[in-house]
């Protein structure tokens, strides 16, 4: 019941050991609360079969109950050009399914929450669901950094009912 694999993006070399990682969504997850849901970051290579928590290098944990955490994710990019890989994991249900949007500026090991981030791209209204698909979108805003972001809101309602929105955000970490 914890939908891993909801979300998946390959997350670049987060350990330096020649090795590309993955990023994978598990909306459901109850470790942090009730259906608050988890991002797992596995370092690869990977082979054979396993449970995501038990391998996981780095696990991102949702805090609010129903909140799914994990809906969407990804990485791969040093947006604020500190040399470590950053991360996005969108919560397509926090406040009242308004959604939510978590940046974490090179995170290491261990495990995290969604308080810990270093940004937080909050939904527009009650039931946009945004977060549910995230992506680093480059050097948009032009200052050298790829710290631009699209974010999803699959049920906004800005142009017509549940039409939905894609939100850049250019220059997050400037």
């Not at 330096?16 to 994978?24: C, E, H």
């Not at 009730?34 to 082979?47: C, E, H, M, Q, R």
């Not at 969407?72 to 991360?87: E, H, L, N, P, R």
């Not at 049920?155 to 250019?170: E, I, K, M």
């Amino acid at each position: 019941g914890d939908r891993l694999g909801t979300a998946v993006a390959g997350a670049g070399d987060m350990d330096d050991d020649g090795y590309a990682d993955v990023l994978l969504g598990a909306p459901r997850v109850d470790d942090g609360a009730s259906d608050a849901g988890a991002v797992y970051l596995v370092y690869g290579p990977v082979s054979g079969t396993a449970d995501a928590a038990d391998v996981a290098g780095l696990v991102f944990l949702g805090t609010t109950s129903g909140g799914h955490l994990g809906t969407g994710v990804s990485g791969g990019v040093d947006a604020d050009g500190d040399g470590g890989i950053d991360v996005l994991a969108g919560a397509s249900a926090v406040s009242s399914s308004a959604g939510a949007t978590y940046l974490f500026l090179s995170p290491d090991a261990g495990t995290w929450s969604d308080t810990d981030a270093d940004a937080t791209l909050e939904g527009e209204a009650a039931g946009d669901l945004s977060g549910a698909s995230v992506l680093f979108a480059g050097d948009v805003a032009g200052g050298g950094l790829p710290d631009s972001v699209l974010v999803g809101a699959t049920l906004n309602d800005g142009s017509a009912s549940s039409a939905g929105a894609a939100y850049l955000v250019r220059g997050l970490t400037e």
